[in-house]
């Protein structure tokens, strides 16, 4: 993790005092109590004035009063690194001027074919008490600096009132909180503050007084898409290609169409798509950038996806569907491996 906090901040190990651009507009003038925000800047700001720099595993900012949207509170994100590991603590405005509290954990590890593998995950605050969260995960395979692919993962982690969490099954959340924990213990004993005499809803301190299992792979009622895998087919060279269809499930008529290489690890191509619904139900025509040899029209439900040539109309494919779909070009389900190690 050195040399990517070298890359990401060069030489700049120290910390440093963030000129952010004003947004201008009025003070967010917020209803829930922000004295945590407000200590937790001035505990730094006097460190910084009486102790000078921090060690290399700190990196700061803090924006400048006079730049901040609310005078009173300025923005600020603390970083604190770790072996391969990194932990983000903000306290930010968004768009509209209103506050939030943003915790991030990336940690890297090695991958398959001596490729990096980069995981992180994200939470930002929703609401104005801080106890309601989306997660978003990340899973980034690099190899010598490049990307190679990427999967991600949202759900909602909330406080409730008896202080126990609620969230949905995402991977990294454990190791995420356990180390969230020890940083924000670090930020109390090294600038003198208290959290539990302040409004602070501390989430990574109460993560660890509630069962939190250990997910590795992304579930797939937390999965950003909803993917279709073909089974293995053996090409000429003797590598196993296996085909993909990830639709957005936000955006059911976004998808991306790959086909994967299994001793490789990496995808032959990917193209991002379009799904286009047709006169029936469950039935699309896979939109191709223009500069696409392929040209599809399909079936697909909850758990298949049939892939047909377009020299077949809608009806034919509906009709031969009935008949177990034998003449499908390529079958896809969520049920078959990814091969992704």
């Known amino acids: ?4 906090r070298k890359d990401r901040y060069e030489n700049n190990k120290k910390v440093c005092f963030c000129l952010l651009l004003c947004l201008g507009g009025i003070g967010c003038s917020p209803s829930t109590s922000l004295d945590f925000w407000t200590i937790t800047y001035d505990q730094i700001e006097s460190y910084l004035n ?3 720099n921090l060690s290399d595993d700190w990196y700061i900012g803090l ?3 006079d730049l901040a949207v609310d005078k009173d509170y300025p923005e600020l994100t603390i970083h604190q690194y770790g072996d391969q590991q ?3 603590l903000s306290f930010q405005m968004d768009a509209k001027d ?4 943003a915790y991030q954990y990336t940690m890297e590890t090695k991958a398959a074919l001596g490729r990096t593998k980069q995981k992180s995950l994200e939470l930002t605050s929703t609401d104005t008490g801080f106890t309601k969260y989306d997660m978003k995960y990340t899973e980034t395979i690099l190899e010598d600096g490049n990307f190679i692919s990427q999967d991600t993962a949202s759900g909602i982690l909330q406080v409730q009132e008896d202080q126990t969490l609620r969230f949905d099954s995402i991977p990294l959340l454990k190791e995420s909180m356990e180390n969230l ?4 213990d670090n930020i109390e004993k090294t600038f ?4 539990t005499k302040t409004s602070f809803v501390n989430v990574p301190a109460l993560a660890q007084k509630t069962n939190i299992p250990e997910t590795e792979e992304i579930p797939e009622e937390t999965a950003d898409n909803i993917a279709y895998f073909s089974k293995p087919d053996i090409n000429a060279k003797g590598f196993s290609l296996v085909t993909c269809l990830e639709i957005n499930k936000a955006n059911p008529s976004s998808a991306i169409f790959s086909e994967f290489n299994v001793e490789r690890q990496s995808d032959e191509f990917s193209y991002n798509i379009s799904l286009e619904k047709q006169s029936q139900e469950n039935c699309y025509a896979l939109v191709f950038p223009f500069d696409s040899d392929f040209s599809y029209i399909a079936y697909i439900d909850e758990t298949q996806a049939y892939l047909y040539d377009t020299s077949f109309t809608v009806e034919n494919m509906v009709q031969d569907l009935a008949q177990g779909g034998s003449q499908a070009v390529l079958v896809l389900s969520t049920e078959n491996e990814s091969y992704k190690e």
Not at 1 to 4: D, G, I, K, S, T
């Open 50 to 52: 009486e102790n000078g």
């Open 86 to 88: 990194e932990c983000v």
């Open 63 to 65: 924006q400048g009063k």
């Open 98 to 101: 209103k506050p939030y509290i």
């Open 1 to 4: 993790m050195a040399a990517y």
């Open 181 to 184: 924990n020890v940083m924000i």
């Open 192 to 195: 003198d503050i208290d959290y």
